[in-house]
């Protein structure tokens, strides 16, 4: 197929679809209002990703801005290397130019967490050598449904609760877009089958060893039930607004209360002290991510369980999320583990 016939059925699969149309234009203003002139697309094989290739690409009609299209290869399972060919031929005969980089490290525990922090080590690593700010991932409704039953099942408070956000900070040069979160899988499948004939199905989606293939499995009959996903992500949404709230107040608190200098983060004890729970958490989340240059809140059990420690007499050191945390002086101190 020409450059020309592919661009012309690609614009048409939107064109004449009201819903995908909707889609289309809906993700086309999420982009125009970003103004980013290049972006990294993360990219699985799923229907998921594919829908996001295939809207990247029919905006790259409209627009010029340039999309590198990445898939990272775990290395965890026998046949990966081969379905990453697989999704790189199936994209080539679109003319999209598929990157494949392999995971070289050994992943034995914490499948899923480990990887997905392989995968964007790998991803942020392509941007800064590239001099990309963007990174646009697939999640969508269902995706940010599942995350929020999960954080409840773990005990998570408001933040947690308020699940993904759809722009959030890798550090301070490179965001973290997520453009379908309000968009249902049905509709991405759809328009990956229109554009590509095809989707591969990835077999740890439906492994029962992982929490969120148990909660995924929870739709249908909470959904018979009464307890609809469009209901629930609307409560996300409220959540999220709340969230927004949250964060002003704890940007301005946080100023008050931490410095940072010589690779450590200070925290003034005495304030500390004053702070809720959910603040406190909150801090501490924040305080790590700006000590660790990483973006994911750690679960709130794992917080929980530190601030106890650290209210105890006895306290003298403690660790989480990579740092240790200690007092010095009439500050509450952490800095990196060395590895």
């Known amino acids: 197929m020409s450059k020309k016939n592919?661009?012309?059925?690609?614009?048409?699969?939107?064109?004449n679809n009201k819903d995908l149309s909707d889609i289309f234009l809906n993700f086309k203003k999420k982009l125009d209002l970003l103004k980013r002139k290049k972006y990294v697309v993360a990219v699985s094989g799923g229907p998921d990703s594919l829908a996001l290739v295939a809207l990247t690409k029919a905006y790259s009609l409209f627009k010029k801005t340039k999309f590198n299209y990445l898939l990272v290869n775990h290395n965890i399972r026998k046949n990966s290397y081969q379905e990453a060919q697989r999704v790189k031929k199936l994209l080539k005969k679109k003319k999209i130019n598929l990157k494949i980089f392999s995971n070289q490290n050994k992943i034995i525990k914490n499948v899923q967490a480990e990887a997905r922090n392989v995968r964007y080590e790998i991803l942020v690593n392509y941007c800064k050598k590239k001099k990309i700010s963007a990174i646009l991932t697939a999640h969508n409704l269902e995706d940010q449904v599942e995350t929020f039953l999960i954080r409840l099942s773990r005990g998570s408070g408001l933040r947690g609760l308020s699940s993904m956000k759809s722009i959030s900070e890798i550090n301070s040069k490179i965001i973290l877009y997520r453009p379908l979160l309000d968009i249902k899988k049905k509709f991405l499948i759809q328009i990956s089958k229109i554009t590509f004939g095809m989707y591969f199905k990835d077999p740890s989606n439906t492994n029962k060893k992982y929490l969120r293939t148990k909660i995924r499995n929870l739709k249908r009959p909470l959904?018979?039930?009464?307890?609809?996903?469009?209901?629930?992500?609307?409560?996300?949404?409220?959540?999220?607004?709340?969230?927004?709230?949250?964060?002003?107040?704890?940007?301005?608190?946080?100023?008050?209360?931490?410095?940072?200098?010589?690779?450590?983060?200070?925290?003034?004890?005495?304030?500390?002290?004053?702070?809720?729970?959910?603040?406190?958490?909150?801090?501490?989340?924040?305080?790590?991510?700006?000590?660790?240059?990483?973006?994911?809140?750690?679960?709130?059990?794992?917080?929980?369980?530190?601030?106890?420690?650290?209210?105890?007499?006895?306290?003298k050191k403690s660790t989480l999320g990579g740092c240790i945390f200690f007092k010095k002086g009439n500050n509450l101190c952490l800095k990196a583990e060395k590895n």
């Open 223 to 315: 959904e018979n039930s009464g307890i609809k996903y469009d209901q629930i992500f609307k409560s996300i949404q409220n959540l999220s607004l709340s969230r927004i709230t949250l964060d002003e107040y704890l940007n301005t608190t946080l100023s008050k209360l931490i410095k940072k200098s010589n690779k450590e983060i200070l925290i003034n004890l005495k304030k500390y002290e004053s702070l809720t729970k959910e603040i406190k958490m909150a801090l501490i989340n924040k305080s790590i991510k700006k000590l660790k240059n990483n973006y994911y809140d750690l679960r709130s059990k794992k917080l929980d369980n530190l601030i106890k420690n650290i209210e105890r007499k006895e306290f």
């Open 6 to 15: 592919s661009s012309v059925n690609l614009k048409s699969s939107f064109r």
